[in-house]
């Protein structure tokens, strides 16, 4: 194992060192062509059909700390996509990149600046706090390509990408002003998503939800008067009705604070109870304002609770729908760190949920309080604060999408777009033909600035005219440049343009959302809005491969955007891989403990680094606690150095279509062992290969399909055996990656190398090669050793390249060493340039497949007989077939098939009898099937009267642990008061112990009679 990771170190070394060329140049080349020049290469490709290409950009990944196994298993999926399409001789490319992430990045740097420096980003000013964000990019964002880089990713680092590079910032403005000049861009004052901890807006998938079933304490950032506050409640108070002070109305809230924006309580038209209120006002406790009763069907169940409903048009989605419906005055009762406005009277200043506790002490003191009982709740959490969202009523950016996303919705009915699986096709459908109009700004600094321009006349100041003001919407401008939108604003206002710089013009302060600028990520990268020579030839892409999280929220977006910006499809093809889990099924967390970085798969990682890791990080103490004991539960001993081959084979395997990916990291260990496997066979068949004699060629491609008519004569059963399950394989393995079947491909070069090559075929060649190097060997024998010394290069160079899209760093390390490679390669430096095997029909012989499946059936029950009779490895034993069906006998009376038989099974000979033949004396039995027996002749073999000792014991041992379950399982009561997991256990013991008990009673049968 040392070895090999030595050597895939040194082959790792190699391969970046290639892939870090410019890939423009090795683009052009495959099979030893020339290679192209760069302007050559881009007017070359442009003339190229998409047929002849495939291009594909990398979801650009956060620059908010290094990549988790699932950033992993997107780069091995499109790293072996992208390395099959090469290899099937296609012009590819492969962009990486990386993306702002606006909130995620501004919100680990905040935290970061807090722990070190115990400063906030308001303490140091938006300049130096955009420059702390940019050192962080360079930190991290490096940090992100290395680990790319060492997984293998064959992109074009040339190309690399950042959302905010100047080229792809150009695009943002442009596709804003466009979207702005379109008519489908536009500032309103709605409700949204607020984050009083990021004092920003946030998109629905940064906000996580948590049920509560009742009475629950949370902990709230920005909060410092308690601990933990109250949730799950649901809070009863009266409303005094104004004049009639012996009325009230009955009103119930999770969330009391909102109460001092009320404007309105709600009754149903039909509820005699209140019909005579309908239209008089109620008297608020707190604030100098009378609260409407109006009626409203549509908002009130009047068989619910008290049939009431007060009204908070600002700080609730249904209120707001209701306060649109009855032309309500909107009452902001939050400031945007979460505390309470100015107009909260008396509450004015404390943060929210302080001030919930000292109303409902108010409500209590006035004789208003009413009660409060448990309430199941949905609760919305800020995902990267923990903050509890807010519904806010703030002037915000929209994109009117209706129109892009039907034709989004279009692209995939006609088949334009191929979504797969195609199971997500529904959620397509449901999500953009339900579609809002999307909110794009954020108030935050680190971003990209939304080019919009306030525009005030001489004179006129901030106080007299707000820019939050709707009615001043108007003096909104948008512009490429702030120049061009002072022209345009001449213009509108009547201003000469010789006085143009007379008018006051504020850029808007917020930033544009990151899937704004994501959205645009596959054509932005080759120079839109320009027609450059690259977005010719590369736009559009061939495939977007992503997580099916982000579907809506990535995907739909940048095909909307691009079919309205560019009147194209950005792909055609979209494949949804899915999500990566722990080994329980849990959503990978850093609070949870189980964020492995790959690199500590690839190298190892002992059990004190991964916690010293969680120290370095920005989780609050007590989650630090949790993540620890979570780490040391899963890895007591660390990770093991699994390597870059074994991860990404590792999780392609986990692949399911369709179901998540539960992952484990000891089964990476397996595939470590089986990168291993691959090294030490090729070590082993390396010692056959290696004669001057032998010269590899390619002419087992011309073998006739006949077994009996061939170019070369002296090819056995085994030969073409293999060469038939390599066809069988390429096949699979073709088909499989064709169609995204990642797990089958795996399965497919798994069970083909360990059970056909090295179970099987490298077993079998140890007599052949011994043979020939005997000093008496005949030609026949030397024959038989070319035969096979061609076909066992022939399997071993093909399932190199065959398995090299899936495990890059040890195929290429193995194929540059096989021996005289060049013979069949001339000009091919690398196996990743080496076309990709086909399959050839004419190996593919199922007769001689289904020989040796009976050989295989056969070479099983013998192991089985020497295991059950302990005969020993060293001594060779006598077998017999015993069967009435010509076919069979046929097939196995074959001289290599009896060959191969003693080879594997290590007989010393094999004989054949008829169906009814008595049993030889000192012989047992093995029944393989209805038409087959296997016997093998213990004379000799053993000891049988040690043995027959032996056997006796284990009887004594085993009889009264089956007596003891049987009891145990008939006791009366046993299937109502015993688990039914513990009874599962019981039952998977005793059918294993009378198992073992009867071939112990079978073998002591055998034994006593050969001792008659």
């Known amino acids: 194992m040392i070895l090999l990771l030595a050597t895939i170190s040194i082959s790792m070394e190699c391969f970046l060192q290639l892939t870090n060329l410019n890939m423009s140049k090795l683009l ?293 729908l209701c306060g649109k419906r009855h032309n309500l005055e909107f009452i902001t009762v939050l400031n945007g760190d979460g505390s309470i406005a100015s107009n909260g009277g008396e509450f004015a200043g404390m943060m929210r949920y302080d ?131 002072r022209l345009k604003a001449c213009e509108a206002l009547g201003v000469a343009p010789e006085l143009a710089d007379t008018l006051s013009l504020t850029q808007d302060e917020d930033v544009l959302d990151t899937w704004f600028s994501s959205g645009l990520f596959p054509f932005s990268v080759f120079g839109w809005p320009e ?72 190298y190892g990682c002992q059990l004190q680094d991964l916690l010293l890791k969680i120290d370095e990080g920005n989780l609050p103490p007590k989650e630090v606690v949790k993540a620890k004991e979570a780490q040391k539960l899963d890895f007591p001993n660390g990770i093991p150095e699994c390597g870059a081959d074994a991860l990404r084979f590792g999780l392609l395997a986990y692949t399911v279509q369709g179901r998540d990916v539960n992952l484990d990291i000891k089964r990476l260990v397996g595939y470590r062992q089986f990168c291993n496997k691959i090294w030490n066979a090729f070590r082993f068949a390396c010692a056959y290969i290696t004669e001057d004699s032998f010269l590899p060629s390619h002419d087992l491609l011309l073998l006739s399909s006949s077994s009996t008519s061939s170019s070369i004569s002296s090819i056995s059963k085994r030969d073409l055996f293999i060469l038939s399950r390599l066809h069988t394989t390429l096949q699979e393995v073709n088909s499989a990656i064709g169609s995204y079947l990642f797990g089958a491909a795996t399965t497919a070069l798994h069970s083909f190398f360990l059970y056909d090559v090295c179970d099987t075929y490298l077993e079998l060649l140890k007599p052949v090669f011994t043979a020939a190097a005997a000093s008496d060997a005949d030609q026949i024998a030397r024959d038989r050793k070319s035969t096979a010394q061609l076909t066992l290069y022939t399997v071993l160079e093909q399932f190199l390249r065959l398995t090299h899209p899936l495990m890059p760093f040890v195929t290429e390390e193995l194929w540059q060493r096989l021996p005289q490679r060049q013979l069949l390669w001339p000009e091919v430096s690398s196996i990743m340039l080496a076309p990709y095997p086909e399959p050839v029909p004419q190996w593919f012989n199922p007769l001689v497949e289904a020989d040796f499946e009976l050989l295989k059936e056969a070479i099983h029950g013998a192991r089985s007989l020497r295991s059950d009779y302990r005969i020993p490895n060293h001594v060779k034993a006598d077998f017999y077939f015993r069967s009435d069906s010509a076919v069979v006998l046929t097939c196995l009376n074959d001289d290599s098939i009896a060959q191969d038989f003693c080879t594997l099974a290590r007989g010393n000979f094999l004989r054949f009898m008829a169906g009814d033949a008595a049993v030889p004396p000192g012989c047992c039995v093995k029944v393989l099937s209805d038409q087959l027996s296997l016997l093998v002749d213990l004379t000799g073999s053993i000891d049988i009267p040690t043995e027959i000792n032996r056997l006796q014991k284990e009887r004594e041992r085993l009889t009264p642990l089956v007596d003891s379950y049987r009891r145990k399982m008939s006791a009366p009561g046993y299937e109502e008061k015993v688990p039914e997991a513990v009874r599962m256990v019981n039952k998977d013991n005793l059918v294993s112990y009378e198992t073992e008990l009867d071939a112990i009673k079978s073998a002591l049968e055998t034994f006593q009679r050969m001792l008659l």
């Not at 420059?131 to 997984?151: A, P």
């Not at 108070?237 to 004049?243: D, L, R």
């Not at 929209?398 to 997500?424: F, T, W």
Request: glycine share 6%; proline share 4%; aromatic share 10%.
């Open 531 to 602: 027609e450059t020579d690259d977005f010719k030839a590369f736009f559009p892409t061939s495939l977007l491969e992503t997580g099916l999280d982000i579907l809506f929220f990535w995907v739909a977006r940048m095909v909307m955007m691009s079919l309205h910006l560019t009147n194209r499809l950005p792909f055609t093809t979209v494949y949804l891989h899915a999500m990566v889990r722990d080994k329980n099924g849990r959503k990978m967390s850093k609070s949870l403990g189980n964020v492995i970085d790959p690199l500590e798969v690839i």
């Open 355 to 485: 001030a919930r506790l000292a109303m409902e002490a108010k409500l209590k003191e006035l004789g208003l309080f009413r009660g409060k009982e448990a309430n199941k709740m949905r609760l919305g959490l800020c995902s990267r604060s923990g903050d509890i969202i807010e519904p806010m009523l703030t002037p915000q950016w929209y994109v009117n999408c209706s129109s892009m996303a039907a034709r989004s919705v279009q692209a995939v009915r006609d088949g334009s777009l191929k979504i797969v699986p195609e199971m997500h096709e529904a959620t397509w459908y449901r999500w953009l033909e339900n579609i809002r109009d999307w909110c794009i700004s954020r108030q935050l600094w680190w971003g990209h600035r939304i080019p919009a321009y306030f525009v005030r006349l001489p004179g006129e100041s901030e106080a007299q005219v707000d820019k939050n003001d709707p009615t001043n919407s108007a003096r909104w401008f948008v512009g490429r440049s702030e120049q061009e939108a």
């Open 28 to 320: 052009g080349s495959h099979g030893g062509r020339n290679v192209d020049s760069t302007n050559q290469m881009l007017k070359k490709h442009s003339k190229k059909s998409a047929s002849d290409k495939f291009v594909m950009v990398i979801p650009p990944p956060n620059v908010t700390g290094s990549l988790h196994l699932g950033h992993a298993l997107t780069t091995a999926i499109e790293d072996t996509i992208t390395r099959w399409h090469r290899m099937k001789g296609k012009i590819t490319l492969w962009v990486p990149g990386t993306d702002h992430a606006g909130i995620a990045t501004q919100s680990v740097v905040e935290k970061r600046l807090k722990k070190l420096d115990g400063t906030t980003r308001h303490e140091l000013g938006r300049t130096e706090f955009v420059k702390k964000v940019w050192e962080w990019k360079q930190t991290y964002g490096n940090k992100i390509t290395s680990q790319i880089r060492f997984l293998g990713a064959s992109v074009d680092w040339s190309r690399e990408a950042f959302t905010m590079d100047s080229n792809l910032s150009r695009a943002v403005t442009e596709a804003f002003v466009r979207f702005y000049e379109d008519g489908l861009l536009y500032r309103d004052t709605r409700l949204i998503n607020w984050s009083c901890a990021l004092q920003s807006a946030i998109s629905e998938i940064e906000v996580d939800y948590v049920d509560l079933e009742g009475r629950t304490f949370l902990a709230v950032p920005n909060h410092k008067q308690q601990e933990k506050y109250e949730f799950g409640m649901i809070t009863s108070f009266a409303y005094k009705v104004e004049a009639s002070p012996s009325e009230e109305i009955v009103v119930a809230t999770t969330r009391l604070e909102t109460m001092l924006g009320d404007t309105a309580v709600a009754v149903h038209p039909l509820d005699p109870r209140y019909t005579h209120l309908v239209g008089r006002y109620l008297l608020h406790p707190f604030v100098n304002r009378r609260v409407l009763v109006i009626a409203d069907d549509q908002l009130v169940d009047m068989n619910f609770g008290t049939g009431a409903v007060k009204v908070t048009p600002a700080h609730d989605p249904n209120d707001y």
